[in-house]
């Protein structure tokens, strides 16, 4: 990283008020099950992991953070003020801490103050801390607030259309294996229409720390769940807008509720019965579109079958080229949180840019571009740049963009 862009993100990290974000993406988001875990034991659990041999493997980068949540943990029960670089874990993110191995919990802590905390102090490592991989570009619904809906997408006829390759996805993971934690497997439409997503899975399985899957369970089958379940997913997560029928198919175009439902059923009968051990955690996740969507009607309606149930902040996605310009002048977060590897190869900043408008002039795409190469090239170092010289609204399409 040059010394200009280290200046632009030390003047930025000085402008942003000293308290801990909210959680990034999240409207609302609650967990079904009571986890009693209070800062003081997680403290106690960080002292101890301190002593093991997990916490001297880490490299230098992953110690000094788990270093400062040590100290974040020591500030939060003395009372004391948190500054930017502080963090605690959100309550949601407790979970994923009791279901982490013990032997892996370093690396757990490290993973997650680098995904919460580096789009803030706008660090840049050789990885990023999350992949996005997309297994299928293509998707069954055709949801109101979803790029699907634009006909110069998803139209076959346009390009953009298609599956990833089982050779691309193992490259991909070969080279991500060991440099990031967070792989998610979820971009522009649904990954379980991929053919080959069961080797996918099986390819992936015990790699990473946080793997996840998003799904509209549309097309849960029995197949299908016991290959999921026997992945070793971190997270899967069921895109679910509304509690009721009416609301959820005026949403989910070309979505049946009930069959979804009774996927999503199926789904927990066969993890309860067929592995009670499982550490997996399932999620319901729509997107708030509008008041009549609301957590406590979700919790009543989906609290028996997963482990928790969130709304994600609404972005104009379905029209992201027509929105309009804005005057948003501070930089997007995603910059320095994570980028998508999609199914063609071609990698790009954000799924806003859903037609890579920002990228069609780079030429070489995964595997002949590596991942690494691509998140610290110039392109994306002069993206950044320019996002933190207040410059967002010179730039398409991100100058109609609203995430912060």
Not at 252 to 278: A, W
């Amino acid at each position: 990283m040059s010394n200009k862009i280290k200046v632009l993100q030390e003047n930025v990290v000085e402008k942003i008020s000293k308290q801990l974000p909210s959680d990034k993406g999240y409207s609302d988001i609650s967990t079904t099950n009571k986890i009693a875990l209070k800062k003081d034991k997680i403290l106690k659990l960080i002292k101890k992991i301190k002593t093991e041999s997990q916490y001297k493997s880490l490299n230098d980068s992953d110690r000094k953070v788990f270093d400062i949540v040590e100290r974040s943990y020591e500030k939060a029960i003395e009372g004391r003020p948190l500054e930017i670089e502080d963090f605690i874990l959100p309550k949601h993110e407790i979970l994923e801490l009791t279901i982490t191995p013990n032997n892996q919990l370093a690396r757990y802590i490290a993973y997650r103050y680098k995904y919460n905390q580096y789009n803030h102090l706008k660090i840049v490592e050789e990885y990023p801390p999350c992949v996005q991989i997309e297994p299928a570009s293509i998707c069954n619904f055709r949801c109101i607030m979803c790029y699907q809906v634009d006909k110069s997408f998803h139209y076959k006829s346009k390009g953009y259309m298609g599956y990833m390759s089982l050779d691309i996805f193992k490259k991909a993971i070969d080279e991500l294996e060991g440099n990031v934690e967070a792989i998610t497997l979820a971009s522009r439409g649904e990954p379980l229409l991929n053919p080959q997503i069961s080797e996918m899975l099986r390819y992936m399985q015990g790699k990473f720390l946080a793997s996840k899957i998003n799904t509209n369970a549309s097309i849960l089958t029995e197949k299908l769940i016991h290959e999921i379940l026997s992945a070793e997913l971190q997270t899967i997560v069921f895109s679910v807008d509304a509690s009721d029928k009416e609301t959820y198919e005026k949403i989910r175009v070309f979505g049946n509720f009930d069959k979804v439902k009774s996927n999503i059923e199926l789904f927990h009968k066969i993890k309860s019965k067929y592995y009670p051990n499982s550490k997996i955690i399932t999620r319901i996740s729509g997107v708030k579109l509008n008041d009549s969507q609301n957590l406590s009607d979700m919790m009543n309606m989906w609290k028996d079958l997963v482990d928790q149930v969130a709304f994600v902040n609404y972005a104009p996605w379905e029209s992201a080229y027509d929105n309009n310009l804005n005057e948003i002048k501070s930089p997007c977060s995603e910059l320095w949180s994570r980028m998508f590897v999609w199914w063609d190869g071609r990698m790009n900043p954000c799924d806003y840019d859903y037609k890579s408008t920002l990228t069609n002039h780079i030429e070489r795409k995964f595997p002949e571009q590596t991942i690494a190469d691509f998140w610290g090239s110039g392109f994306f170092n002069s993206l950044r740049e320019k996002h933190l010289t207040s410059k967002r609204c010179d730039i398409e399409p991100c100058a109609r963009c609203k995430s912060m």
